[in-house]
């Protein structure tokens, strides 16, 4: 059994967590829709859970310095917090897909470089 009782800093993770999963639903939504407008709204949305996972790292670690005996919990909830990081990434990277096409032909990427073959009516 845990020999501590339950981090009260575990909450910082709750609107993270919120924030990741609104973001991998709407951007399959965005994907299985085709749409555009509400895949750049999930691009958006990266940027502020960022600086939410960077605020609440800046606080788990003060608390570290604080409080060293419980190093290992706060340590798991920055690493959890990571992990929520990924999912929103994972979630921009989905809600690009429906727009890259017409990005890719405006970027000057050229088209052999791109991994995806590209679709001549986007």
């Known amino acids: 059994m845990n020999k501590h009782p339950p981090l009260p800093e575990v909450s ?3 609107p993270i967590r919120a924030h990741a999963l609104s973001m991998f639903k709407h951007s399959i939504d965005a994907f299985v829709r085709e749409d ?3 895949a750049r709204a999930v691009v958006s ?3 502020q859970l960022d ?3 960077a605020s609440a790292n800046r ?3 003060e608390r570290m310095v604080q409080d060293g005996d ?3 919990g706060y340590l ?3 690493l959890i917090s990571r992990c929520l990081e990924r999912v929103a990434d994972h979630a921009t990277n989905i809600a690009e897909d429906p727009f890259m096409p017409r990005q890719r032909r405006t ?3 050229k088209p052999d470089h791109y991994p995806f073959p590209v679709d001549s009516t986007c």
């Open 36 to 38: 555009v407008e509400l």
């Open 70 to 72: 419980r190093l290992r």
């Open 76 to 78: 798991n909830v920055i």
């Open 107 to 109: 970027s000057g990427i």
């Open 59 to 61: 606080q788990l670690s």
């Open 45 to 47: 949305r990266d940027k």
């Open 12 to 14: 910082l993770i709750v």
């Open 51 to 53: 600086d939410m996972i």
